[in-house]
């Protein structure tokens, strides 16, 4: 008997998939074609099990869709620029391309021994100047098309690292490599202009079925969208007005103060005569504005002494603070608080003695606000209190839509619709990205960089010995003739957000080597991904830019009509974790070790190089940090690339997240060897030799087809994987004829292929299959042998399973009781008696009381 040996069966056929070239994909028309793409990883060197098993999900479909007579596009790339690779330099020495594309190298050597149907023609990296010249050129078009602007912004400075930090990288007001407090500087930037589209793309959510309805949810309160009013109030002092943006107008009555932001005119304006004023703003100006780190934050303001008139009311009066927790960049940068209803004011009215004054009452509770603010629900009735606009009991929705009418009607405010979202930063202050294509010159301003010019490459000849961005100090790099007069003109040292290099690079994949960012033919023929899948992480500005870019590129000519939404379908995987396993050094910090560091003895876990005790920390999402990492390379060498695939496939919902554990993957890998000693076993059987059972083995197989199609179909891997083990089983015992089996073993290769598909070749090229098994079409189930003529009742005593009974599928409940009756777990329990009920479930079960 031969013995299962994947390192030599996967190399095998990994080099026969090669030699065929069955994976490179190119455009046809006899089939249909299909798109699958798993999010592009950063090439940090190393790729763990959270990588196996995103990848090996779009594998699954990659493969079932080339039997199912689809001609698909499966490709891979890497999402190369960015901070780490600085971070590396300045920390290892070197340059940020060599780390870079040796970590490249590396994690495709990596990838490859998974057998993943990848067409490797058309990798590239971000940091190609072949891909980021083509980008280059979308960023001219865009300009040309008003979808790209420069203008001056407040942006989180680290004054250390000499760059922009983005919000989610300022922790506790410092910067997250440098520890430096970060200042809040104005700078002038380039943006998208993504915010025209807010509308359009949170109205096409809905259109989007096939995608998780908590990604449409997290996108839709990401942009947004509130229907409210700007209102106009006027300065007691004369000195002109402040708008301010309210989406619960309705609040009005309770109005108490109107705050503005720290960098609002009306502050800049007083900060320059007020040096407590200017110190208060200064120090706002370094908070992290993050949402979430707003929301914590402590509510500070100061009263600038100001006072604006109530649009409504005319004898009162309204103090004019200045705010920490109102940014200018939303609305109009000034708010008016009604603490009575709204949380943050009510804590800043508390803390400064500001009046808190009901607008509405809950029904038949007419309770003044406490410390805790009135904030129901918009489809809630409310009893408004003496409502200038005339309402009474109305939903909270009724009241603001009634008070917008009564401000347009009496000239006091204008009804708008309003984005929660803001116009896309793109401008970062380092080297590794790609460059803005375009130079600044004294004579003509802002001119775009000639197309015949492209790429701007970056600089190879840069150090990281001097904080800031090396682009900064190239003279030869960055001075350079005006493109528009030829006088001397300066280079944009700024290079863009990485990710404006993952929302277009699905698009790039269709024409890899196209002298223009897209091949129109290949992109109308490829378009849109049919199946997307990756983190729940990137859910919401991977998606939305990627969504953003395709409406830019449609508008400048680069995708055809109807690409708009660029992913059909997406997936968001869960991910692979692991237990964390620690001890302490002698300042009792933390010290994290690899799992094959440790030994397992009857007092428990051990440090292998020590036999110091390790303490566990259950299971968590693998991380570098916390060395919880399990190695892929190191479990193919063991077991083979087929044993990870299952494993990760197998033990939970992909969905959610799967714990890897040594004794599962050696679960694994002993039902794949059961399976192929099976093959080995049938095919070693006498071809001649008569067998019973035939039709039950397959109306078995024809069931699992059945069941494992509609799994794969659903994105339930492991549901199928179940279904496959359970017909593992039935074959095993199966006493059929060698012709029932092999039909068998050869179908149950297929079902696995796109699971194993290393494996399934072996057991096809055993079993005398024609040609590759990645080429045979795949099995159909026949609906003539899911229906069966009998079926097997559990018989249930007293709630407790106690045997079962095969009976005709259509005989009637009467003869099914009798016959239930007449077994020998029945009457031993009836001693003689009767039952008390018998209840018959047709098809199901019998339920027999005594």
Not at 115 to 121: A, F, K, P
Not at 316 to 338: Q, R, S
Not at 583 to 604: A, F, K, M, Q
Request: hydrophobic content about 40%; aromatic content about 10%.
């Amino acid at each position: 008997m031969a013995p299962y040996t994947p390192s030599e069966i996967e190399a095998r056929w990994q080099a026969a998939w090669d030699e065929a070239g069955v994976f490179q994909a190119t455009r046809s028309a006899d089939k249909p074609k299909y798109y699958v793409l798993e999010m592009f990883p950063y090439p940090s060197g190393r790729i763990h099990m959270g990588h196996v098993r995103n990848y090996t999900m779009g594998d699954v479909i990659a493969r079932y869709k080339m039997s199912t007579g689809h001609n698909v596009l499966h490709p891979m790339g890497w999402d190369a620029f960015g901070m780490p690779a600085e971070n590396a330099a300045m920390a290892i020495g070197g340059h940020p391309k060599t780390w870079t594309y040796d970590n490249i190298a590396d994690m495709r050597g990596q990838m490859k021994p998974l057998g993943l149907s990848i067409d490797w023609s058309r990798e590239f990296a971000t940091c190609d100047p072949e891909y980021y010249g083509q980008q280059q050129a979308l960023f001219l078009d865009m300009l040309e098309a008003g979808l790209v602007y420069r203008k001056n912004a407040q942006v989180n400075w680290d004054p250390v690292d000499m760059t922009v930090l983005a919000n989610e990288q300022v922790i506790d007001g410092k910067g997250w490599r440098s520890g430096a407090e970060v200042e809040r500087r104005a700078l002038t930037q380039w943006f998208f202009k993504i915010s025209d589209m807010a509308g359009e793309l949170k109205d096409a959510l809905s259109g989007l079925e096939n995608w998780p309805a908590k990604v449409r949810l997290m996108q839709e309160n990401w942009i947004g969208e509130s229907r409210g009013i700007e209102i106009t109030f006027d300065r007691t002092d004369g000195n002109g007005t402040i708008q301010c943006y309210s989406t619960r107008p309705d609040t009005m009555r309770g109005a108490s103060f109107i705050a503005v932001a720290p960098d609002h005119p009306v502050a800049k304006a007083l900060e320059a005569d007020n040096p407590d004023l200017a110190a208060f703003v200064d120090a706002c100006r370094k908070m992290d504005t993050t949402e979430a780190a707003m929301e914590k934050a402590e509510k500070k303001g100061v009263d600038t002494g100001l006072r604006v008139k109530h649009p409504v009311y005319a004898d009162v009066e309204l103090p004019v603070w200045i705010g920490n927790f109102v940014l200018m960049d939303y609305g109009t940068g000034a708010v008016f608080g009604c603490p009575a209803h709204d949380q943050r004011d009510l804590d800043f009215a508390r803390k400064y003695g500001l009046p808190v004054q009901n607008a509405f009452y809950m029904p038949g509770a007419e309770v003044e606000v406490g410390d805790e603010a009135l904030v129901p629900a918009k489809t809630e009735p409310v009893v408004y209190i003496d409502h200038f606009a005339g309402i009474a009991e109305a939903t909270s929705q009724q009241g603001i839509d009634a008070t917008i009418d009564y401000f347009e009607a009496h000239g006091l405010g204008q009804g708008q619709v309003q984005y929660r979202l803001r116009d896309w930063g793109l401008s970062r202050q380092r080297y590794w990205g790609c460059p803005i294509p375009v130079v600044h010159c004294d004579d003509c301003g802002v001119v775009p960089e000639k197309t015949e010019n492209l790429p701007v490459e970056l600089p190879d000849d840069v150090t990281f010995d001097i904080p800031g961005n090396p682009l900064d100090r190239h003279p030869t790099w960055r001075d350079v003739p005006c493109p528009a007069c030829g006088k001397p003109a300066r280079r944009e040292t700024d290079t863009m957000d990485t990710f404006v290099d993952s929302s277009w690079y699905f698009a790039r994949f269709t024409a890899p080597r196209a002298d223009k960012p897209t091949d129109l033919d290949d992109a109308a023929y490829w378009m849109n991904v049919d199946q997307y899948i990756g983190g729940i992480e990137h859910a919401i500005l991977h998606l939305l830019y990627s969504r953003f870019f395709s409406r830019a590129m449609r508008i400048t000519g680069h995708l055809p009509q109807g690409c708009e939404e660029p992913f059909d379908a997406l997936f968001t995987q869960g991910m692979v974790t692991h237990e964390i396993y620690v001890t302490r050094d002698e300042n009792d910090r933390p010290v994290y070790h690899l799992p094959e560091d440790i030994e397992w003895t009857e007092s428990g876990a051990r440090l292998g190089a020590s036999g110091a005790p390790v303490d566990i920390i259950p299971s968590a999402k693998m991380s570098k940090s916390k060395k919880n990492v399990v190695d892929p390379a190191s479990i193919i060498a063991s077991y083979g690339a087929d044993t990870a695939r299952w494993f990760v496939l197998s033990d939970s919902p992909p969905e959610r997240d799967v714990e890897w554990t040594a004794s599962g993957a050696e679960a694994a890998y002993k039902h794949l060897s059961r399976v192929w000693t099976l093959c080995d076993r049938i095919g070693a059987m006498d071809k001649d030799a008569p067998g019973t059972g035939d039709d039950d083995l397959l109306r078995a197989m024809h069931k699992t087809i059945h069941d494992v199609t509609m799994g794969v179909e659903s994105f339930g891997f492991n549901a199928a994987i179940a279904k496959l083990y359970g017909f593992t089983a039935t074959l095993q015992k199966s006493k059929a004829s060698h012709a029932a089996q092999r039909q068998a073993i050869m179908t149950l290769a297929q079902l696995m292929a796109p699971m194993t598909p290393h494996l399934a070749e072996d057991i096809w090229a055993h079993q005398g299959g024609e040609g590759l098994i990645i080429h045979a079409p795949w099995p159909t189930a026949d609906e003539a042998m899911l229906v069966s003529d009998t079926v097997t009742l559990p018989i249930q005593i007293n709630g407790k399973r106690r045997g079962e009974i095969t009976v005709a599928a259509d005989l009637d409940k009467a003869e099914v009781e009798k016959l239930s009756l007449a077994t020998e777990a029945v009457q031993k329990a009836l001693d003689g008696g009767s039952p008390k009920k018998v209840i018959v479930v047709p098809g199901r079960i019998v339920n027999v009381v005594v």
